[in-house]
């Protein structure tokens, strides 16, 4: 069983940056893990992922170059840098770990933590 806390997240201008942070409280080094947000109104949309090991990762079309997906397994602790922010990326921002290894698609994922909220105001 894995349980996953993020924090981070918060009120920031368009053009800031933050971080968030996503730690487990099992080991996380076997399983593949994502950052995943949810607009008001709008569905889970898939933002980036990476591989057990940390050398792959992908990104959405919509932040890449901005964001930062990156893990520290000894520590069971994965990170989006968010920089260049815009009123757009608003939303609850949740990771996620999955057995498969490499997803984008949500329903893979098995455990799930409660998001943290990152708004960005214009």
């Known amino acids: 069983q894995v349980q996953l806390v993020e924090s981070g997240g918060g009120l920031v201008q368009a053009g800031g940056s933050l971080r968030l942070s996503c730690a487990a409280s099992?080991?996380?080094?076997?399983?593949?893990m994502g950052w995943f947000r949810q607009a008001p109104g709008k569905e889970q949309e898939f933002v980036a992922i990476?591989?057990?090991?940390?050398?792959?990762?992908v990104y959405a079309d919509s932040v890449k170059g901005r964001f930062t997906i990156s893990r520290d397994n000894a520590k069971n602790t994965l990170y989006l840098q968010m920089n260049s922010l815009k009123a757009e990326d608003t939303a609850v921002y949740s990771c996620?770990?999955?057995?498969?290894?490499?997803?984008?698609?949500?329903?893979?994922?098995?455990?799930w933590g409660q998001g943290t909220q990152v708004t960005v105001s214009s």
């Open positions: 990476i591989s057990r090991s940390g050398v792959s990762t």
């Open positions: 099992g080991r996380t080094a076997t399983y593949g």
């Open positions: 996620a770990a999955t057995r498969a290894g490499w997803s984008s698609v949500p329903v893979e994922y098995d455990y």
